[in-house]
């Protein structure tokens, strides 16, 4: 019996420990004293001529290439492009003080984004990946926000390969359109290992849009 009862203690010690690392972990997430904030972003049109940044993205699933050889107008080359974004963050103190004492920000304070996901959805509820939309995914980008400051960088927003597979592949020889609203979540660190993430939302209209 008393051996039974260390197992149970041991046991009771273990479940305690690992309660406590996960509570941990989960008061971690929100204990930065910044948040993210986005000011602005956009997204540019792979293959276009003027690479401009827009509110809403009109996204060719396909581009008829006419330079350089052997590509010609007589003879031009599909061809598929990515499309990419362009993002301004910023990390403002969560306590920015009193009107008679104000926080000015310091290096702890500085945030490093280092990943971010792109996920697609239509507004008439039909959101099966690799059917009604194309599927959602991770990528890499590497940037820091100093203190006081913004960080404004690119990042890919629709892949190559979204394009060569349904449903976006199946536009090419269509006349329809697939209108979607694109939830894109940065994730990154403060300089104390605190976790932060915000999320901003682009339109974007794939088909085979005429090319210029």
């Known amino acids: 019996m008393r051996g039974m009862r260390n197992i149970v203690q041991v046991i009771g010690i273990a479940a305690v420990v690992a309660a406590g690392a996960s509570c941990g972990s989960v008061a971690r997430q ?8 986005i000011d602005s972003m956009g997204g540019i049109r792979g293959g276009s001529a003027s690479p401009i940044a827009t509110a809403e993205l009109l996204s060719d699933v396909i581009t008829n290439v006419t330079s350089p050889a052997p590509c010609t107008p007589a003879i031009p080359c599909p061809t598929v492009f990515n499309d990419t974004g362009t993002i301004t ?7 920015v003080g009193t ?13 490093t984004v ?3 996901r792109v996920e697609y959805t239509r507004t008439d509820g039909r959101n099966v990946q690799g059917v009604d939309v194309p599927f959602a995914w991770d990528g890499a980008v590497t940037g820091t926000i100093p203190a006081g400051g913004t960080l404004t960088t690119g990042f890919e927003l629709v892949r190559h390969t ?9 536009l090419r020889n269509s006349n329809n359109f697939i209108s979607t609203i694109t939830k894109v979540t940065f994730f990154g660190q403060d300089r104390v ?3 932060v993430s915000v999320t901003g939302q682009i339109q974007i209209t794939f088909g ?5």
Do not use: C, M
């Open 208 to 212: 085979n849009f005429g090319d210029f």
């Open 193 to 195: 290992g605190n976790a």
């Open 89 to 95: 963050l910023r990390a403002p103190l969560k306590d």
């Open 114 to 116: 280092n990943r971010y």
């Open 30 to 37: 929100g204990s930065s004293p910044v948040f993210l904030v």
């Open 162 to 170: 979204a394009k060569e597979e349904a449903p976006l592949a199946q």
């Open 99 to 111: 009107s008679i004492t104000t926080l000015a920000p310091s290096t702890n304070n500085e945030v």
